[in-house]
């Protein structure tokens, strides 16, 4: 079956320090992923994806994310954290056999202290 | 471009009430639409999706219904609200099966009361 997990509900980091936001997956056949971000009482709004090629995408916002096909996992980075970074951020995955249905993690709660 | 337009913002109805939250998309043919719900700023409850006038798909049996009645208008309706219909409802749409990831609306945040 088709799954996504963010295993952490809260990530906290300091201004100007790197953050990871975590994502592993499950899915039959090769996965294009996705992460989105979410400011308050607003739509998701997409980061970046994953289909083939190299494994480290480059998305939005200095925002990048490295796939990593052994360990099923597409964490999100940034090498330099913004207090406006401070956000909900959603992974998520989609089949590329079956049904096709894109699943949606939980979602993990980002806070950047000044 | 492509612009998808949700409303209203903000929404608060009493218990049996009825409801309408609509959701337009401009800029693009033929997109899957879906309607998803979000609880408690977390999660997100995929409700119902669409990949063509008239055709609706659900997934989860609840108080909801969706219908597209053209081909980029996809609106979420109740006969009758419960409390528990409150939420966050978001609209996106995506092109083909969301190999390119999904648009979403801005949202409806919904009160029932």
């Known amino acids: 079956a088709q799954s996504v997990a963010q295993p952490e509900d809260q990530v906290n980091v300091a201004e100007g320090n790197p953050l990871t936001v975590k994502c592993t997956y499950s899915v039959s056949g090769n996965p294009y992923l996705f992460w989105y971000v979410q400011y308050p009482n607003r739509g998701l709004q997409f980061l970046l994806k994953y289909i083939t090629g190299d494994n480290l995408v480059k998305g939005s916002y200095g925002f990048e994310a490295e796939f990593n096909k052994s360990q099923t996992s597409f964490h999100l980075k940034k090498p330099s954290a913004l207090v406006s970074d401070s956000a909900l951020y959603f992974c998520a995955v989609r089949a590329n056999t079956g049904g096709f249905k894109t699943i949606f993690g939980a979602g993990t709660r980002l806070f950047v202290k000044a | 471009s492509q612009t998808i337009h949700q409303w209203p913002a903000t929404l608060v109805q009493p218990v049996g009430s009825p409801l309408s939250l609509e959701c337009t998309v401009e800029?693009?043919?033929?997109?899957?639409l879906y309607w998803y719900r979000q609880a408690a700023g977390r999660g997100l409850q995929l409700l119902f999706y669409?990949?063509?006038?008239?055709?609706i798909s659900s997934e989860v049996p609840q108080n909801l219904s969706a219908s597209r009645p053209q081909d980029r208008q996809f609106i979420l309706s109740s006969k009758k609200l419960l409390l528990s219909d409150s939420g966050f409802y978001l609209c996106?749409?995506?092109?083909?099966?969301?190999?390119?990831?999904?648009?979403f609306g801005s949202g409806t945040r919904l009160t029932v009361v």
């Open positions: 669409s990949v063509g006038i008239g055709q």
């Open positions: 996106a749409w995506s092109l083909g099966q969301g190999g390119y990831g999904y648009t």
């Open positions: 800029g693009t043919s033929n997109p899957n």
